[in-house]
């Protein structure tokens, strides 16, 4: 295992994938937090979304998301600025995703992992971030690839 779990900041998209399949990418970083291989993190305007999607196309499953978020011992990171939103829009001009970046560069992670392709993964290399910008499958591609899983 690693001296230093990584840390990741999980988008909405990330969140609803993660409740609506045990078995996906999303579900197994859910995992990791829970041992302690990724410090999973979230900002105030993720938790809200995350919850008003589930409510609005999954209620029954409302109380998977929030035992996801109680085992794996998610963060919630400070909300940011309205200057550091601002300054999020270098990098995303869709205002309700540059407020949920504002939010991923105020936790500093080492990853940001998303499913929004149209506003993060087909920009990701353009995105010039101190952060990693990936799918879930992506990081734990990246995990085999560069650490012990117990």
């Known amino acids: ?10 988008d909405t998209s990330v969140l609803f994938a993660a409740v609506l399949s ?3 990418g999303a579900r197994k970083l859910f995992h990791l937090g829970e041992a302690g291989v990724l410090r999973l993190i979230v900002g ?9 999607v589930v409510r609005r196309k999954a209620m029954a499953s409302r109380p998977v998301l929030a035992q996801l978020l109680e085992a794996s011992r998610v963060e919630i990171s400070s909300a940011p600025t309205a200057i550091q939103v601002e300054s999020a829009r270098q990098f995303v001009q869709y205002m309700p995703d540059a407020r949920m970046l504002a939010e991923a560069i105020c936790a500093g992670p080492d990853w940001f992992v998303t499913h929004d392709k149209e506003h993060f993964l087909n920009e990701g290399p353009s995105l010039r971030l101190a952060f990693s910008v990936g799918t879930p499958g ?3 591609r990246s ?3 560069g650490f012990y899983l117990p």
């Open 44 to 52: 105030p305007t993720v938790l809200n979304e995350a919850d008003e």
């Open 1 to 10: 295992m690693t001296a230093k779990s990584l840390r990741v900041f999980l």
């Open 22 to 24: 045990p078995t996906g």
């Open 138 to 140: 992506d990081l734990i």
């Open 143 to 145: 995990i085999k690839d």
